[in-house]
Structure formats: C-alpha cells, structure tokens
C-alpha cells in the first residue's frame, strides 16, 4: 500500500468539503472493499476520508411514509433490525445471505451500494421497493432514485465531490425473498441473485450479477431471462447464468405469491 492522507472529519459539511479537495480521495466505511483495493494497488489514492465519526450517517429511522437507513449502518445492523424484518424479509435475507459475520459487522449499506459491484447483494432488494438514494454535495442534497443511481460496474450517478448519506425507502410492507446461488456455502459473491416484492399487490423483480449493473427487470422469469445481460467468468458461464436466472426467477415469483 503508498502512503497517503488520512482524515476523519465529524460531520458531513467537513466531509465534502475534504472530498472536494485537489487530489484523488477516497472515501472510508466498513472498508471492507476499499481496503482490499489499496492493497492490490488498484486505486491510486492520495487521501482517504473516513466516515465512521459521523453519528448523522448511522441508524435506520421511521418517519412519515418513509424508513431511512443511514449510509453507515451496517450490513448486521440491517439483519437486526426490528424494522427491516417486520417489513421486508428480501432486505434481511440479502443482509443474512452477505459474507459472513465478520464482514458484516465492519460492512455497511452506503459501502455496498456506492461499490457499485453488479453482485453488491442489497442492490436487489433495494431495486424493488423503489429506494431513493440522498447524496450529499457542495451544492446541497438530491435524492436519486435507485434504479438511476448504477451506472456501470464500480460506477454510480455520484458526482466525484458527493457523498451517500443514506437510503430512504417506502415504508409499505412488501412479501417476498432474495435468493443468491453461490459457487460455494458461504463468503462468496453471488453468480446470480434474484429479490421478488409483492408491494400493494404490485409484484416486482429485479437481479443481481448478470448484467454490468443490478437491474430492475419485469415480473416474468422468462423475460428476465431474456432481459439480462450476462457473461463469462471465473464463476459462470453467460449461457449457464441465464438459465439460473429462469429458474430462480420462477421460484421466487412463486414464493412471493404464496
Ligand atoms: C471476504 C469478503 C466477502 C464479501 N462478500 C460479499 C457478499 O457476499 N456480497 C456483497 O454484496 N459484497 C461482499 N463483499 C464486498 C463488501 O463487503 C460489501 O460491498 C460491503 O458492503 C462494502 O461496504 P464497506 O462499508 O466496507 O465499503 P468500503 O470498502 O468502505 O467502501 C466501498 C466503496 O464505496 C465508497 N463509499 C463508501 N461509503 C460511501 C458513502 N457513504 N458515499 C459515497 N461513497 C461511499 C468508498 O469510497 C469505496 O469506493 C465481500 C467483501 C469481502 C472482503
């Protein structure tokens, strides 16, 4: 790892306002993904700005017709929550289904999501219940909705100088499940991932791993199927990834309508 700037600013204002600052910075989480990125030296970084002293980004609160999950609230945070679990068994089971326990006790939501991995496991989820991100800039706040916010792998709609500061989500109820096929039982990404939401007797689909972003897809496993944009690595093969995607896709449309 080179050297670098290290920053731990109290409070959003004096983050971005570091992140805007000359030179290649980097913001820090859980640093479950950043770390192993300055390790391999794949990110030149001349300053890293780390967001664990700002209380503002954590916590999933209630309010209105909305529930927001800080940026910093962790990956097991959201596993156990109250909230979450009485609301959306898809969120908890791509919670649970990340990892392991110790990579979600450091791992947070706004970490997964500003990744922007096309197998990040909360993408998924977060696709069907319609979440608003809320980025946080020198020119204020917005709110981007989360089926904008991917823009390619490891690429978001954050301007450079921006930061997520939370996730807000309708706070309707939606049945459903997230099913994530691995190579392995545990500590692996997703060769597929499929989150199905019934929301006010809306059904919705979306998938994870199978195209250069998480992708909101129609309710029907064989146009998902037909939908998504795989391809060939080290953990599948595009053809094989695509028939994954028919059959979890079926499973879980017939497992949110029962
Ligand atoms: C062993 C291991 C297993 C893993 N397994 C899985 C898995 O099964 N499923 C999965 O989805 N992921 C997995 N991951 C990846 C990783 O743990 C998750 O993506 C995690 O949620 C990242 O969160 P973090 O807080 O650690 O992010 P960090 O590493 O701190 O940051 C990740 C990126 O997001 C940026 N960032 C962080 N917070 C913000 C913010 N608030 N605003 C703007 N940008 C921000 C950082 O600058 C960086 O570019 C695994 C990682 C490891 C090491």
Redesign the pocket.
């Known amino acids: 790892m080179r050297p670098f700037e290290y920053e731990e600013p109290r409070s959003i204002e004096e983050a971005v306002s570091l992140l805007g600052a000359p030179g290649k910075n ?12 300055l390790k391999r030296r794949e ?1 030149p970084v001349d300053r890293v700005i780390n ?1 664990k002293r700002i209380e503002t ?1 954590r916590g999933i609160e209630e309010r209105g017709d909305w529930v927001t999950v800080g ?2 609230t ?2 097991e945070e959201l596993e156990r929550s109250e909230v979450v679990a009485k609301r959306w068994p898809l969120l908890r089971e791509a919670a649970m ?4 326990p110790q ?2 006790a ?12 096309p ?5 998924p989820p977060l696709l069907c219940l319609d979440a608003q991100m809320i ?1 946080v800039g020198p020119r204020g706040e917005r709110t981007i909705a989360i089926r904008s916010f991917f823009a390619g792998p ?1 690429r ?1 709609a ?1 301007a450079p100088d ?4 939370g996730i807000r989500i309708p706070s309707a109820p939606a049945r459903g499940c997230f099913i ?1 096929f ?1 190579t392995r039982r545990a ?4 060769v597929v991932s499929v989150a199905c939401a019934v929301v006010s007797k809306e059904t919705r689909l979306a998938l ?1 791993a199978v195209a250069p972003t998480p992708i909101r897809v129609a309710a029907s496993a064989e146009e998902a199927a037909m939908r998504c944009a795989p391809i060939d690595d080290v953990r599948a093969t595009a053809e094989y990834r695509r028939e994954l995607v028919r059959v979890l896709a079926g499973r879980a449309l017939a497992k949110a309508a029962s």
Not at 27 to 36: P, R, Y
Not at 97 to 100: G, I, L, R, T
Not at 119 to 123: E, F, H, Q, S, Y
Not at 162 to 165: F, K, N, P, R
Request: net charge negative; aromatic share 2%; hydrophobic share 55%.
């Open positions: 980097r913001l820090l989480a859980g640093g479950t993904d950043l770390l192993v990125r990110w967001l980004l940026a910093l962790t990956i289904e990340m990892a392991s990579v979600r450091m791992a947070t939501a706004g970490g997964n999501l500003c990744n922007a991995s197998a990040a496991d909360l993408a980025a490891g978001t954050l921006e930061i997520l500061t994530k691995c500590m692996d990404l997703a994870g």
